[in-house]
């Protein structure tokens, strides 16, 4: 069981703006960068977003990242067909002196 | 930009021991401020964090592994490396190295533990 908790699905249609949330705690989302992840099944985690709110280069600006206290977001905005993927998000927990996934929200672009 | 290339037996034995070699491009292993990670999914499911090493060899592994798991580095090759000891079929997964911290992975390595 993921100690940082994400809804296991979400949905929309294209054109829309979806927002996928990651729970976590103050050991982890409370005091470290959040980052959130795109899986694309058979293929590599791809970065969308790191430190909470920044976009690695070639990442479209209709992804978004925020936080507020020991929770995080993920927003979609200008939804495509090919946004439909598994998304992750991931911080460092201090507590465990590791790194925590949550267990992934599978996005389905109806 | 770093790269990272997974490298290992695609099929283990249960009760034996899994050796998996992570090589790093593009960066000086022995110089990143960032750990150097590992990270599974088994078939189907999310992704579970393994280990972490500091370049100056500090060692984070996951409490529910941590028994039988050890990484290490290779300075003189530039690598890192996964060892798992004792697997059973519950360790089938894609296993991935990564710099977490700077949202790097590898494209992952397929295992299967089967006799």
């Known amino acids: 069981q993921s100690v940082l908790t994400q809804p296991p699905s979400a949905s929309g249609t294209p054109g829309q703006r979806v927002t996928i949330s990651c729970s976590g705690s103050?050991?982890?989302?409370?005091?470290?960068?959040v980052y959130w992840y795109q899986q694309v099944p058979g293929t590599a985690p791809k970065l969308l977003i790191y430190?909470?709110?920044q976009r690695p280069s070639g990442v479209p600006d209709r992804f978004s990242g925020s936080k507020s206290g020991t929770s995080a977001s993920l927003a979609i905005s200008g939804l495509r067909s090919e946004d439909g993927a598994d998304y992750y998000c991931?911080?460092?927990?201090?507590?465990?002196?590791?790194?925590?996934f949550g267990g992934g929200t599978k996005l389905t672009v109806l | 930009q770093v790269q990272l290339q997974e490298s290992g037996p695609g099929l283990v034995k249960p009760s034996e021991t899994l050796s998996l070699t992570c090589t790093v491009f593009?960066?000086?292993?022995?110089?990143?401020?960032?750990?150097w990670d590992w990270v599974r999914q088994s078939p189907g499911k999310g992704l579970e964090w393994i280990a972490s090493?500091?370049?100056?060899?500090?060692?984070y592994y996951s409490p529910s592994l941590k028994s039988g798991v050890t990484i290490s580095l290779d300075t003189s090759k530039n690598q890192f490396s996964l060892r798992l000891t004792s697997v059973t079929a519950a360790d089938t997964a894609v296993y991935y190295c990564a710099l977490l911290a700077g949202g790097i992975w590898g494209q992952g390595t397929m295992v299967t533990v089967s006799s």
């Open positions: 103050t050991s982890n989302i409370g005091s470290n960068n």
């Open positions: 593009g960066d000086s292993i022995s110089s990143n401020i960032y750990n």
């Open positions: 991931a911080a460092w927990d201090d507590s465990l002196s590791g790194w925590l």
């Open positions: 430190d909470d709110n």
């Open positions: 090493m500091s370049h100056s060899g500090g060692t």
